[in-house]
């Protein structure tokens, strides 16, 4: 592993990288909030999509997610996919920001990037912080056809709104930062939770797995464990993904959703493949209970993916598609004390990530939210009109269908109440339809092109 010093750089490896933003843990210790900012050729981002922080933790690309640790708040994990990062972008900033505190009041304040085997790749500590609220840590950048990394150790006395716009984001206010959150420990075996209420928090509900056991600590080096990742061998391979986050410091236009508990809680995972096979959800608690199903698939082609039932068959559509690289989600129920299995009919390679439905992204009123082919949201709040505006990729009529879920009171969307929001044929489509009050599931499970939409209060 590369050790490197302030204005250093190193050659990391293309791969999805696990990027630790830690601190020695004491008492006093301000909270902090760690961030990944996308930037272009011009050392600007595009728009606020580019942040990824707490309020905001997956990029529109889902190529980079900010995760969290729900066990210890003196590390958070931010995941760059750097293969599946978009061409445009050109570096990727590590930064964060303090509440109740600077950044030199940390002890230790470092940044560390672990390859997909958890093998540790480049490390850099922070030496010279004062008295700023906001800090860039570091960059990874293009070069070469490769990626680097760069040690950056620049602070904003201006705090995150100086850090933010000086990279293109208006940011007006910090919010302050809620208390810590301690999560009780998870069950050995996590299972459904049925929604019986909600909850106002800033996050899902913490998964909080039993911590590995800490390795020896040598002289002078931050004690610090990071997870276990099994090294990718033959497809399917299981690959590390994001655990739910712990609050902490959020921008003052962030309005994260409200906890979601429907579904069981286990940490999500990613297999990979090409061409027809059949997929065990193996690491993900047997049901009841929907799970969130995300999927990827290279180039132009048909892709159809079937949940099989109990006598191997299948039963249930989760995607059909012509979309060229497609990327989508649902939600899918699974069967009472049974593993999830799904049959994959596709043409080129694929990826299918298993993650608890809390991972899904909100419905918010006043936030445009936008997407291209199917995908699940969930809705927390009240009674609303809902604005959809569709375009068909190809030109010559698409089919569009949305259904809402209000599953209070249930532990699969199968017993849940449906409504009908959409069910539309066209090139370019407009429509409105009415949302009744959250918690509200809602599966856009067929959508040939990219469409956006928007909430408006009743």
């Avoid at 490390?123 to 008295?131: G, K, L, M, N, Q």
């Avoid at 994001?242 to 286990?266: C, E, H, K, M, Y």
């Avoid at 599931?441 to 009743?458: C, H, N, Q, S, T």
Wanted: hydrophobic share 40%; charged share 20%; proline share 12%.
């Amino acid at each position: 592993m590369s050790h490197i010093a302030k204005g250093a750089n190193s050659f990391v490896p293309t791969v999805a990288l696990r990027v630790a933003v830690r601190h020695e843990p004491g008492p006093g210790a301000p909270l902090v909030e760690a961030a990944a900012l996308l930037l272009d050729a011009s050392g600007r981002a595009r728009g606020d999509g580019d942040m990824v922080f707490h309020g905001r933790p997956v990029h529109p690309s889902a190529a980079v997610r900010h995760m969290g640790d729900a066990r210890d708040l003196s590390v958070q994990w931010l995941e760059l996919d750097l293969p599946r990062i978009e061409a445009h972008v050109e570096r990727v900033l590590v930064v964060c920001s303090t509440d109740n505190g600077t950044v030199g009041a940390l002890a230790q304040p470092t940044v560390e990037a672990f390859a997909p085997d958890g093998v540790p790749v480049v490390r850099y500590t922070v030496t010279d912080a004062t008295t700023e609220t906001a800090f860039v840590f570091g960059e990874f950048y293009r070069r070469a056809g490769g990626w680097k990394f760069r040690a950056v150790g620049q602070g904003y006395a201006s705090g995150p709104a100086g850090l933010t716009t000086d990279f293109g984001i208006a940011v007006a206010a910090v919010a302050t930062a809620p208390a810590p959150v301690v999560p009780p420990p998870a069950p050995a075996s996590p299972g459904p939770v049925p929604l019986a209420g909600v909850s106002r928090t800033s996050a899902p509900v913490p998964f909080a797995p039993p911590p590995p056991p800490p390795p020896p600590v040598s002289a002078g080096q931050v004690p610090f464990a990071p997870p276990p990742h099994p090294v990718p061998t033959a497809a399917p391979t299981a690959v590390p993904a994001a655990v739910p986050t712990a609050p902490i410091v959020l921008p003052a236009q962030a309005r994260p959703g409200d906890a979601w508990t429907f579904g069981p809680v286990f940490e999500p995972y990613t297999v990979e493949g090409k061409g027809s096979q059949v997929v065990t959800a193996d690491r993900v608690p047997p049901g009841p209970g929907p799970v969130l199903v995300e999927m990827t698939h290279e180039g132009d082609g048909y892709l159809c993916v079937q949940r099989l039932d109990e006598r191997n068959k299948d039963d249930h559509l989760v995607f059909n598609s012509l979309l060229k690289n497609f990327r989508g989600s649902a939600a899918v129920d699974q069967f009472d004390g049974r593993r999830l299995r799904l049959r994959i009919q596709a043409d080129k390679r694929w990826t299918l990530t298993f993650r608890p439905l809390a991972d899904a992204r909100r419905l918010e009123l006043g936030h445009e939210l936008t997407g291209r082919g199917p995908e699940a949201l969930l809705y927390t709040g009240p009674v609303a009109d809902l604005k959809v505006r569709l375009r068909d990729e190809d030109g010559d009529g698409g089919y569009w269908c949305m259904r809402g879920y209000e599953v209070a009171g249930h532990t699969t969307i199968a017993t849940a109440t449906e409504n009908l929001l959409v069910n539309e044929v066209g090139r370019s489509v407009k429509v409105s339809s009415p949302l009744p009050e959250g918690p509200l599931l809602v599966l856009f499970d067929a959508a040939e092109g990219p469409w956006r939409m928007k909430l408006r209060a009743v």
